[in-house]
């Protein structure tokens, strides 16, 4: 496997790629912030499931996509807004709305990876790691 500088990025390209190729699931290593991110296009629903399978020297994440009755995409793009290149940070009052709320922001904070609405609710800002929609 090629090693990345980047593995949101990564993650958001494997997770564009299975969808647009129209897998049902997807394997990719495991990290902390991986995990996070997946946790929580899980629970907004962009993800049908996911588990962590233990594994030697790594442990990997196995991702089930979503789709609609016929088939149609639930996720239509993940951006990554904040690259290594170039951080992205916002603060409590300039936390950005993806389509109009439609969509989500995923915010890396100092209590943690959260979404824009939970991070508005707490009134902080942090790095904009993608938007989901």
């Not at 990290?31 to 790594?58: D, M, N, R, T």
């Not at 209590?111 to 790095?127: L, S």
Request: proline residues 3%.
């Amino acid at each position: 496997m090629a090693y990345t500088t980047d593995p949101v990025a990564d993650l958001l390209t494997r997770i564009r790629n299975a969808n647009r190729a129209n897998h049902d699931s997807l394997e990719i290593s495991c990290s902390g912030l991986k995990l996070e991110v997946v946790k929580i296009l899980h629970a907004e629903g962009f993800l049908k499931s996911y588990e962590v399978i233990k594994q030697v020297p790594q442990d990997k994440i196995k991702i089930n996509l979503k789709y609609g009755q016929k088939r149609e995409k639930v996720i239509t793009n993940l951006v990554r807004v904040s690259k290594p290149g170039l951080r992205r940070y916002c603060g409590k009052e300039d936390i950005p709305r993806v389509m109009r709320g439609l969509g989500i922001a995923i915010l890396s904070t100092s209590q943690g990876v959260m979404t824009d609405r939970e991070a508005r609710k707490r009134g902080i800002g942090g790095e904009i790691l993608c938007h989901v929609y």
